[in-house]
């Protein structure tokens, strides 16, 4: 196994996880999807997984997972739904829809296979069709490269975010998801939007960097992703007191909680705000 397919190899799951990431938040915030996976039957849960193995395949046989090494892609589709169910798996335990001991087992497992599903077709997506981009021609008008790039980063988080929290902010599912949760359930919630937030914006590798992309106050990769990450709970709070889910007779600890909560989907799309204009 040479160096180069273990590096290519190893971009093309980081960027799967991504897009499955991108492709699937929604409805992993989504009630009816848990409801559905805890009383659908196993044997039409399989059935569904028959059409999403020939999206995937289909995906994999236009851009493959591999560079030349299409003689791998059966293991190739394996990977794509590992990487469907690990990010299935991960977000629901996170966010506190599966709890060892509380949920059944058959249940948690039905649940993990009905989000994986989405997450494995965002998966397949990411890894044919958003490979690394070629740095964009001299001649097109991009006035925000005008600006200076701690600039473009911040106003880049705050419109992902905004465009993301917007599919579930105006939904009871973040309120609903914050009372179910643990307290512990938080703390883990950060820490995986911005594990989530560094891996899409600079390990994935969907996009070229731009000259001076490490400048300003955000050029080092931590400082960008966390003040990022501030900005999504900026939004996320806003959405929250907008849509009246947030008054001022609110509880601190309700307050905070359900801004954590939506802020994993805010995090996410500025992330993919980031990943747009560099």
């Known amino acids: 196994m040479s160096s180069s397919w273990t590096y290519h190899d190893r971009d093309s799951v980081l960027r799967g996880t991504a ?19 805890r009383t659908i039957s196993d044997v039409f849960l399989l059935l569904l ?10 995906c994999l046989l236009f851009s493959g997972f591999r560079l ?23 977000t629901l335990v ?6 060892p001991g509380v949920v059944p087992l058959s249940a948690a497992m039905r649940m993990i296979g009905i989000e994986a599903i989405p997450c494995a077709i965002g998966a397949a997506l990411a890894i044919t069709q958003l490979r690394p981009r070629k740095p964009r021609e001299k001649n097109v008008d991009r006035r925000m490269q005008a600006l200076p790039q701690d600039y473009q980063k911040m106003l880049a988080t705050v419109v992902g975010a905004v465009f993301f929290g917007f599919n579930i902010a105006p939904t009871d599912e973040p309120w609903k998801m914050m009372i179910e949760a643990e ?22 590798e969907f996009a070229a960097r731009q ?29 929250l007191v907008g849509f009246g889910h947030i008054t001022v007779e609110t509880p601190i600890y309700y307050a905070v909680a359900a801004t954590v ?15 747009l204009v560099e």
């Open 19 to 37: 897009g499955a990431l991108f492709g699937a938040l929604p409805l992993l915030y989504t009630m009816e999807m848990w409801w559905y996976g």
């Open 49 to 58: 997984y028959v059409p999403t193995a020939v999206l995937v395949l289909l």
């Open 68 to 90: 030349g090494h299409s003689g791998h892609l059966a293991l190739d589709v394996v990977i794509t739904f590992g990487i469907g169910i690990a990010v299935s798996a991960v």
């Open 94 to 99: 996170v966010v506190g829809q599966i709890t």
């Open 183 to 204: 307290p512990y359930h938080f703390p883990l919630i950060v820490v995986f939007s911005l594990l989530a937030s560094y891996l899409i914006v600079f390990l994935a």
């Open 211 to 239: 000259p001076g992309y490490h400048e300003g106050a955000l050029g080092s990769p931590l400082a960008e992703t966390f003040v990022s990450y501030l900005l999504s709970l900026a939004v996320a709070f806003g959405f």
């Open 261 to 275: 909560m939506l802020s994993y989907v805010a995090t996410i799309g500025g992330s993919a705000g980031r990943v």
